[in-house]
Nanobody
Framework: QVQLVESGGGLVQAGGSLRLSCAAS??????MAWFRQALGKEREVVAE???????RYVDSVKGRCTISRDNHKNTMYLQMNSLKPEDTAVYYC?????????????WGHGTQVTVSS
């Protein structure tokens, strides 16, 4: 059974840092990603990472966030620095067997990130 379990969310002041983790079980995935959904807004992709190390970022987090994967642990991370109040959202881990897919088939339950001003 496939499971994606996020951890590492919390409350942080603007300018601070957080590291999110997503532990996958049940299979390995070609692509894993972080999405976020702020209150009243649509879910958006934040960053994606392929098994081979390729990455993509949404423009709003470039230079502030780093996505990485530990393939041996089947775990993905998102290091977030210089956090802003507009980064406040529920962050979701997603994964898919395809390479940078248009849609992700597997999802975690999310972890709340709150950035205070």
């Amino acid at each position: 059974q496939v499971q994606l379990v996020e951890s590492g969310g919390g409350l942080v002041q603007a300018g601070g840092s957080l590291r999110l983790s997503c532990a996958a079980s049940g299979r390995t995935f070609t692509t894993m990603a972080w999405f976020r959904q702020a209150l009243g807004k649509e879910r958006e992709v934040v960053a994606e990472a392929s098994y081979g190390g390729g990455t993509r970022y949404v423009d709003s987090v470039k230079g502030r966030c780093t996505i990485s994967r530990d393939n041996h642990k089947n775990t993905m991370y998102l290091q977030m620095n210089s956090l802003k109040p507009e980064d406040t959202a529920v962050y979701y881990c997603a994964a898919d067997p395809n390479y940078f897919p248009n849609e992700y088939h597997y999802w975690g339950h999310g972890t709340q990130v709150t950035v205070s001003s």
